[in-house]
């Protein structure tokens, strides 16, 4: 079976190495590949620091992708030669003032009852295992099996392997026979047969698909560079800082990701506001980000969904859709992957298919029922 992907993030990336490894042939379609949301991602693999009442499905999603992200980095490995820049590294989450504390004991007893793996810290035990800390934090929380990929490599690493089979165009329209979707047309005029195609956009637009349940919900990022030395950090550290959410993921070559925000502005360039706030509340918990340097300001529009699961299901006999992936697409890339190609196969046994159909909006919002123009 012949199959077009369209959107070459790591969603569209993982989809066709879950295709190929299947023995199924692929194009990857996509203007840009690797320069969306998946180039901005922090890549922390984190079921544990990212709970959240209420949520209990995308709780067993994030979960059950997360235990499998070992294998998929070693198939990865396997099949290229080459291995991502996987780091198994725990997570640490940081109250920074007293009022924080309880915003972290609600996670800590949020967790408990998921059955997730989370060890309440005194301030002076988070220090131990992270010098750079500062000295008045008031509390820790150590989720050992949160561990953390650097997107950059995978899609770096998949682009590799898959350079013969990526079509850099723009998708314009998805073409359909009385079979359904049966070919995709670039912008340039190109027509890309396949016997089934797969829309893993972010929030691209193609001819044919109308009225997906999603917003751009807009993250600024910063990456920056540490001193010559010893790394700053050794684990990535979640901070809640008068309760605003802040992150610094160390990459092995000494920098740090710092992030995110969280805007429904609309406005796709870095916003001086939201870097000021990062910032500020990154050095309230690690000082010594002052003596940094400023590698990279990015910004990028996240695909979410109203329950931040994504939409994995079948539009027609040849079309699947995989997209809305909000902030889990990199966490979620190795289920995303294995649910999306068990549906263009038409194998729909899998338990948390149904936890991420696109028509599960259907019956609530009949206006943003998803709708495959013929």
Same mark, same amino acid.
């Given at each position: 079976m012949h199959v077009n992907i369209v959107g070459a993030g790591i969603i569209g990336l993982a989809t066709a190495f879950e295709l190929s490894s299947r023995g199924?042939?692929?194009?990857?379609?996509?203007?840009?590949?690797?320069?969306?949301?998946?180039?901005?991602?922090?890549?922390?693999?984190?079921?544990?620091?990212?709970?959240?009442?209420?949520?209990?499905?995308?709780?067993?999603?994030?979960?059950?992708?997360?235990?499998?992200?070992?294998?998929?980095?070693?198939?990865?490995?396997?099949?290229?030669?080459?291995?991502?820049?996987? @780091? /198994? &590294? #725990?997570?640490?989450?940081? $109250?920074?003032?007293?009022?924080?504390?309880? %915003?972290?004991?609600?996670?800590? *007893? @949020? /967790? &408990? #009852?998921?059955?997730?793996? $989370?060890?309440?810290?005194?301030?002076?035990? %988070?220090?131990?295992?992270?010098? *750079? @800390?500062? &000295?008045?934090?008031?509390?820790?929380?150590?989720?050992?099996?949160?561990?953390?990929?650097?997107?950059?490599?995978?899609?770096?690493?998949?682009?590799?392997?898959?350079?013969?089979?990526?079509?850099?165009?723009?998708?314009?329209?998805?073409?359909?026979?009385?079979?359904?979707?049966?070919?995709?047309?670039?912008?340039?005029?190109?027509?890309?047969?396949?016997?089934?195609?797969?829309?893993?956009?972010?929030?691209?637009?193609?001819?044919?698909?109308?009225?997906?349940?999603?917003?751009?919900?807009?993250?600024?990022?910063?990456?920056?560079?540490?001193?010559?030395?010893?790394?700053?950090?050794?684990?990535?550290?979640?901070g809640i800082v008068h309760r605003r959410n802040v992150y610094l993921v160390p990459r092995k070559d000494g920098s740090l990701v710092l992030g995110a925000s969280v805007r429904e502005d609309g406005n796709p360039e870095v916003n001086v506001g939201a870097m000021h706030t990062l910032l500020d509340d990154a050095r309230r918990l690690v000082p010594g980000i002052s003596d940094c340097t400023l590698n990279e300001l990015i910004a990028r529009p996240r695909p979410a969904t109203a329950d931040d699961r994504p939409l994995i299901g079948r539009l027609d006999p040849g079309l699947v859709l995989s997209t809305g992936y909000s902030r889990h697409g990199v966490l979620l890339s190795p289920l995303g992957s294995e649910l999306t190609a068990d549906l263009t196969e038409n194998n729909t046994t899998h338990p948390m298919l149904k936890d991420v159909d696109p028509q599960r909006f259907a019956t609530q919002h009949s206006t943003l029922a998803l709708e495959h123009l013929g």
């Open positions: 199924h042939s692929i194009t990857i379609i996509d203007p840009a590949p690797g320069q969306g949301a998946s180039y901005a991602a922090a890549g922390m693999l984190a079921p544990a620091a990212e709970t959240v009442w209420g949520q209990g499905p995308l709780h067993q999603l994030l979960a059950g992708s997360n235990a499998g992200y070992p294998r998929f980095v070693e198939r990865i490995e396997a099949s290229t030669g080459e291995r991502p820049d996987y @780091l /198994q &590294s #725990s997570t640490l989450v940081i $109250a920074a003032e007293p009022a924080d504390r309880d %915003a972290l004991h609600e996670l800590v *007893a @949020l /967790q &408990s #009852s998921l059955g997730l793996a $989370a060890e309440k810290l005194l301030p002076s035990q %988070a220090r131990s295992l992270e010098p *750079a @800390l500062a &000295s008045n934090i008031a509390g820790g929380v150590l989720c050992a099996e949160d561990h953390q990929i650097d997107p950059r490599s995978v899609v770096r690493i998949l682009l590799k392997h898959f350079a013969n089979h990526v079509i850099r165009e723009q998708a314009e329209e998805l073409l359909t026979d009385e079979a359904g979707t049966s070919a995709v047309r670039t912008t340039t005029g190109r027509v890309l047969e396949a016997d089934q195609t797969v829309i893993a956009t972010a929030l691209g637009t193609v001819k044919g698909l109308k009225d997906l349940p999603l917003r751009p919900v807009y993250g600024d990022i910063l990456r920056i560079q540490g001193p010559a030395g010893p790394a700053m950090l050794s684990r990535i550290v979640r």
